[in-house]
């Protein structure tokens, strides 16, 4: 495997680059530090730089990059897709949905061509938003345990249940629902996939707030939503292999890594300028052997992402699943283990939020504080280790 970007990779990457360094700063000051998809959600301000800056790549055609040309893609290699999301994630740039990332890939793959001619165009062109409609109270990692049920009645599904941890439900226009279709049927037998437009009558949104005030995580409960059979994406009752597809699109994992490297470098920057008993951090050689060893394992982190798109690219699914769920594990538990050493080595006051007394203006307190959330969310790394065990090592399941 060579990961080596060719000359047209290079100019690419370099471009994207120039657009993104001109374009944040125009972003609102929340948009500096902090993590982006806490940050979009925050207000309206930030949600309408997050607006802008989707129209934006929607005009450069870069929401469309993965898609076939044949739907108003770019036809890109999946090398220039990670790229592209490793310069947009080192930017902490919004602009980029669960609709772009998850939905229209799962359209691509299992919609009919009605769909995927009305549905497509309004995402790639940055129009509407979308949320992602899985975990429920009994139902996160094991996600075919979930208890919503759409029930047929001619050509209507009348829906009735309850999500939770609906990121951005409340900003959204449409969220896509996975939801037990055939009740004679258990686990990921009898499932079905929707999308379901916010304002539907009997759709009502509840917010979650974080310990500090912030919202981003909501329950989304569904009363005798009523909709029509053309918001079922694929085939009836085969939802769960259209939801495992979905699942792969959001697991390569070079956002965490990227934020994890980001935030090494803020810390980087706060050890070179701070004095503790007359030296700088940065003289200290445990903290310089702390921060070398967290460099090393991002550097690995990138070379392990690169490998999940290289392997994909050469059409090996088999060695592409187990990889991603490696890269996920590593990144995730990476952003962990920074945000534990920057508190730790800021002290007491490495634990303040935003203020002029809180380093790096409480940046890494903030990482600190959702940094544990990522090795749950998107299927838990304990899921993920089990992936890498049965697929990628060929070992047993206990039964």
């Known amino acids: ?156 599904f009348i829906i009735n249940g309850q999500k939770i941890w609906t ?20 686990r990921s037998r009898g499932l079905s996939v929707f999308s379901v437009k916010m304002d539907t009558p009997g759709v009502e949104v509840r917010p979650i707030h974080y310990m500090d005030g912030k919202h981003l995580y909501n329950e989304v409960y569904f009363t005798n939503v009523d909709i029509h059979e053309s918001c ?40 070179k300028k701070t004095k503790r008993g007359g030296k700088y951090l940065s003289e200290n050689p445990l903290v310089r052997q702390k921060i070398a060893r967290l460099y090393e394992d991002a550097e690995r982190g990138l070379s392990l992402a690169y490998r999940v798109a290289w392997s994909q690219e050469q059409g090996d699914v088999l060695a592409s699943a187990p990889l991603a769920s490696a890269s996920k594990v590593h990144g995730t538990e990476l952003v962990q283990r920074v945000a534990e050493y920057a508190t730790e080595i800021m002290g007491l006051y490495g634990q303040l939020g935003e203020s002029k007394w809180a380093p790096l203006n409480g940046a890494m307190s903030d990482l600190y504080q959702w940094c544990m959330g990522a090795t749950i969310a998107i299927g838990s790394n304990e899921v993920q280790r089990n992936i890498i065990a049965w697929v990628g090592l060929g070992l047993p399941r206990f039964k």
């Open 1 to 156: 495997m060579d990961y080596q970007l060719t000359h047209e990779q290079k100019k690419l990457k370099q471009e994207y680059e120039d657009f993104f360094v001109a374009e944040m700063k125009h972003a609102p000051e929340v948009y500096h530090g902090a993590s982006e998809l806490e940050v979009r959600f925050s207000s309206d301000e930030a949600w309408a730089f997050h607006r802008t800056m989707q129209k934006k790549l929607a005009e450069k055609g870069w929401l469309t990059l993965a898609w076939p040309k044949a739907y108003g893609g770019q036809d890109a290699t999946i090398i220039e897709q990670l790229v592209f999301r490793e310069v947009h994630a080192a930017h902490h740039a919004p602009g980029i949905d669960a609709g772009v990332n998850l939905f229209a890939p799962t359209l691509l793959l299992f919609a009919t061509e009605e769909q995927k001619k009305r549905l497509l165009p309004q995402i790639g062109a940055g129009n509407v938003n979308y949320c992602q409609g899985w975990s429920e109270p009994n139902a996160g990692s094991d996600l075919a345990a979930v208890e919503t049920q759409a029930i047929r009645e001619g050509d209507r």
């Open 232 to 271: 079922l994406i694929g085939e009836e009752n085969q939802g769960w292999q259209s939801t495992r597809a979905t699942m792969n699109f959001e697991r390569s994992g070079i956002h965490f890594i990227v934020a994890a490297k980001e935030r090494l470098f803020q810390l980087l920057a706060y050890v």
């Open 167 to 186: 990121t951005g439900a409340h900003r959204v226009d449409y969220i896509f629902v996975l939801a037990r279709t055939d009740l004679s049927q258990t």
